[in-house]
């Protein structure tokens, strides 16, 4: 069915930027919401954002102003920005896929976002 890879997960420097990428493959038969999420190690996964099909954001508060999410031209890709990374940024980022009208809930496996002090 449907399949999220994300990429762009690495090492970077404190104050360094980022840019995570995902791309699903399959049909998504429905509106749909893309986002990203983040788990820290020994911490609950969280909203990082989410852009619906009309292009609305929701972002984490105090995430605002550092992360930008987007969508591609191709509406299979969405795009995480992150700017002035801390090292409290660090956690596995995953991307997802939510229906609004018909229901789907898909996961991708998740891209490493270490950064160093």
Known sequence: ???LVESGGGLVQAGG?????CAASGYIFSTFVMGWYRQAPGKQRELVATITSDGI??????LKGRFTISRGN??????LQMN????EDTAVYYCNVKGVVIYMD???KGTLVTVSS
Not at 84 to 87: A, F, Q, T, V
């Open 74 to 79: 191709a509406k299979n890709t969405v795009y």
């Open 17 to 21: 930027s980022l840019r995570l990428s």
């Open 106 to 108: 898909y996961w991708g």
């Open 1 to 3: 069915q449907v399949q």
């Open 57 to 62: 954001t929701n972002y984490a508060d105090s």
């Open 84 to 87: 002035s990374l801390k090292p």
